[in-house]
């Protein structure tokens, strides 16, 4: 069983800076690069959305379009740690940030795919 934990989530201001990230406690055997690791966030009132993922065998980083050139997703294998800096931070990026995980995800861009999810950190940016 993969656990995921989050962290760093705050209150910032608008055009600020902020990384998050997400812990990965994950059982003997499988190696933690093995895994494909996804952020996702929900604001208040609002669907689940794809933040962005980095697949476990090339490291592919992908976005949403909406936050290509903001954020960036990177990882630590050794650390078993994921991080996602986000720059230029805007009120409408209020929301809780979900880390996801799932062994040899191809894919990974829908929340359904990924069998283990932290419980989130909550990240507000005020104007």
């Known amino acids: 069983q993969v656990q995921l934990v989050e962290s760093g989530g705050e209150l910032v201001q608008a055009g600020e800076s902020l990384t998050i990230s997400c812990a990965a406690s994950?059982?003997?055997?499988?190696?933690?690069?093995?895994?494909?690791i996804g952020w996702f966030r929900q604001a208040p009132g609002k669907e689940r959305e794809f933040v962005a993922r980095?697949?476990?065998?090339?490291?592919?980083?992908h976005y949403a379009d909406s936050l290509k050139g903001r954020f960036t997703i990177s990882r630590d294998n050794v650390r078993k740690m994921v991080y996602l800096q986000m720059n230029s931070l805007k009120p409408e990026d209020t929301a809780v940030y979900y880390c996801?995980?799932?062994?040899?995800?191809?894919?990974?861009?829908?929340?359904?795919?990924?069998?283990?999810r932290g419980q989130g950190t909550q990240v507000t940016v005020s104007s």
């Open positions: 996801t995980a799932d062994y040899r995800l191809n894919t990974g861009v829908d929340f359904n795919e990924y069998r283990y």
């Open positions: 980095i697949r476990w065998f090339d490291g592919d980083m």
């Open positions: 994950v059982p003997s055997g499988p190696s933690f690069s093995d895994y494909t």
